[in-house]
């Protein structure tokens, strides 16, 4: 059972930036694919981004391209979403999770997810 854990969320204006990390003390990341999700109140939860788990393929949902990057340091067992220019609509809770997939590719697709974070708050307001 993999353990992940979310943090770097807060409250900030719009426009700012933030960092979202998810580590797994003590478990190896390299045979997963990790991905980020959303879910905005009311709303269903939403695949943002993910990244292989070699780190060659990423993938960005069109409401975060150009803005999220998301990044891994697999020696550390923590994934990272860099989020910038950040927006009212971004507001939501922000969840990693991983996925059993070893190689190039990721999908993020909640029903393929094995182990999900608990998830951190972003609120995006002036």
């Known amino acids: 059972q993999v353990q992940l854990v979310e943090s770097g969320g807060g409250l900030v204006q719009p426009g700012s930036s933030l960092r979202l990390s998810c580590s797994a003390p003590?478990?190896?990341?390299?045979?997963?694919?990790m991905s980020w999700f959303r879910q905005a109140p009311g709303k269903e939860r939403e695949g943002i981004s993910c990244?292989?788990?070699?780190?060659?393929?990423?993938y960005y949902a069109d409401s975060v391209k150009g803005r999220f990057t998301i990044s891994s340091d697999r020696s550390k067992k923590t994934v990272y979403l860099q989020m910038d220019s950040l927006k009212p609509e971004d507001t939501a809770v922000y969840y990693c999770?991983?996925?059993?997939?070893?190689?190039?590719?990721?999908?993020?697709?909640?029903?393929?997810?094995?182990?999900w974070g608990k998830g951190t708050l972003v609120t995006v307001s002036s």
């Open positions: 990244i292989s788990s070699g780190n060659e393929y990423t």
């Open positions: 999770a991983a996925q059993m997939l070893y190689g190039s590719s990721c999908d993020a697709v909640v029903d393929r997810m094995a182990y």
């Open positions: 003590g478990y190896t990341l390299a045979y997963y694919a």
